[in-house]
């Protein structure tokens, strides 16, 4: 017996009703063109700046580029499955890096994903990579130190936190181990850290990362690792995302140093990606806004006010230079974003210096306001004995005969040079450097033979360890030298001195 008209009619009814369609809308685009790491889409009207594109094989790739009838994308991964007429689907979402205290003791790439073969690392939340930098309201000024245990840094170019010091020098004259040992000596003081090696190879990271495990830094340190051999546009991208995990603690109230090692190789990759884009070239061939690329990236650095949780990100930029040009483009650039700068020199470091820090062109913006009143003072000494030495030494290169006042200035100069070396991963505590940098500003140092200082320098800070712990103790307490303090110092180096023999 065949069903009736209106039994169907029901059916079909019942059918539709029960029907559940999740209809979503996707706006998919077409690659035109693919090579280098970057791909021309066609199709994507809506696309935004800095939104995450979907690849086939789940590559992500990173709009830079937005055309009248297509969008350029940076591919964050690999493109050899890419092929012309692949579909493409918009995220939605902004280019985003994961943050958390999951992160530390790790080594990721500029995504997030895990490099050192630990376990997947859960995320707090996620920061917007290429976030805007505070205003000018919410920041407070920079005038708490912070230490990175090197006696000529925290004495003549003091570093504060929130501050941007550049680390500037031709190629290995030591920019990197001033970065490191700078990790190395926040162990115990309450700032994390992250190290993004940019551009470098595999080998020379890992080197770095094993150092750091082996002075126990690894344990408030994570270390966004983009090598020479990762796709250009992860070179790119990761400082924004080592600073994005920086700012995860700022914002929280505590303190974080971010280094970006270096900031030449990511112009150089910057600068690829543009000519891929086929942005108009400027000045040796880099894009017009490369200023902002890295202005706005370090500006992102900052101490906040208190009402803003009173947090600090402190970044210590490195550059490399060729032959000493410090007017090189991105140099000057650099400096004039920065807060002062380290300038390391070849000449020094192949003389023996270490580290190699030119006293004359590095300087640092902030000054004695990120000092204690102890090295304030012992600074202040410092520098004037270092200005008279550069000038003499300069005059008796020409000079037959100097005088008795100036050869002991000149012997005083040489003694001041020699107490300022200080070998990789010994970074020292503030009182140490206070006591040490006392005795040669104080003409304590006047009979030692030149090649004995450093030997005069170990002995005497261990002699304190052991005979005067007092001394440091006060140091340390008061921060200051104040009368008591100055008479055990002195007392100290006299006992010291009379048993010394070089």
């Known amino acids: 017996m065949s069903p009736r008209g209106d039994e169907i009619a029901a059916i079909l009814k019942k059918q539709i009703q029960e029907l559940d369609l999740d209809l979503k809308m996707e706006e998919v685009g077409v690659v035109v063109e693919v090579g280098d790491g970057i791909a021309r889409i066609w199709g994507l009207r809506s696309a935004m700046a800095s939104e995450l594109l979907e690849f086939p094989g789940g590559v992500q790739g990173l709009v830079l580029d937005l055309g009248e009838d297509s969008v350029g994308v940076a591919i964050l991964g690999p493109d050899e499955g890419i092929r012309e007429g692949d579909e493409v689907r918009r995220t939605g979402r902004v280019l985003s890096t994961p943050v958390g205290k999951g992160f530390l003791g790790r080594v990721v790439d500029p995504l997030g994903t895990p490099l050192d073969g630990g376990g997947p690392i859960i995320p707090e939340g996620h920061r917007k990579t290429d976030e805007k930098a505070p205003g000018v309201i919410a920041r407070q000024p920079v005038n708490t130190p912070l230490q990175t245990g090197i006696k000529c840094i925290d004495a003549l170019t003091p570093i504060g936190r929130g501050q941007r010091e550049l680390i500037i020098g031709d190629r290995r004259t030591g920019k990197t181990a001033i970065a490191l040992d700078t990790i190395i000596h926040q162990k115990g003081q309450g700032v994390y850290c992250i190290y993004v090696a940019i551009g470098q190879k595999s080998s020379t990271i890992a080197k770095a990362v094993d150092a750091l495990r082996r002075h126990g830094a690894m344990e408030y340190t994570t270390v966004v690792a983009a090598p020479a051999e990762a796709p250009t546009p992860l070179q790119y991208i990761a400082p924004y995302a080592g600073c994005a995990m920086g700012e995860y603690f700022r914002d929280r109230g505590e303190d974080a140093l971010v280094i970006y090692d270096d900031l030449s190789k990511h112009a150089v990759a910057y600068r690829e990606i543009s000519l891929l884009l086929r942005r108009p070239p400027g000045r040796e061939a880099y894009p017009g806004d490369i200023f902002y690329t890295h202005s706005r990236l370090l500006e992102r650095a900052a101490r906040m006010s208190d009402a803003h949780g009173g947090g600090s990100l402190t970044a210590l930029p490195i ?60 600074a202040g000494q410092l520098r004037l004995e270092l200005a008279q030495y550069r000038d003499l030494a300069a ?42 940098l006392y005795a040669a500003v104080g003409g304590h140092l006047d009979g030692i033979p030149v090649d004995a200082v450093r030997e005069f320098e170990r002995g005497f800070l261990s002699f304190l360890r052991e005979q005067h712990p007092g001394v440091l103790a006060a140091l340390r307490a008061e921060r200051r030298l104040t009368d008591a303090v100055r008479e055990s110092l002195e007392e100290a180096l006299h006992q010291f001195r009379e048993g010394f023999r070089a």
């Open 319 to 378: 550059v490399e230079t060729k032959a000493g040009d410090i007017t090189a483009y991105i140099s000057t650039n650099l400096i004039s974003i920065t807060d002062g700068q380290i300038y390391l020199e070849a000449d020094l470091f192949n003389k023996g210096q270490r580290p190699a820090m030119n006293v004359g062109l590095s300087v640092s913006r902030v000054g004695g306001a990120a000092q204690v009143p102890a090295m304030k003072e012992v």
């Open 395 to 436: 005059f008796a290169e020409f000079a037959q005969e100097l005088d008795e006042a100036s050869q002991a200035q000149l012997a005083r100069g040489q003694r001041v040079m020699e107490i300022l070396n200080q070998d990789q991963f010994s970074p020292l505590p503030v009182e140490e450097q206070v006591a040490v």
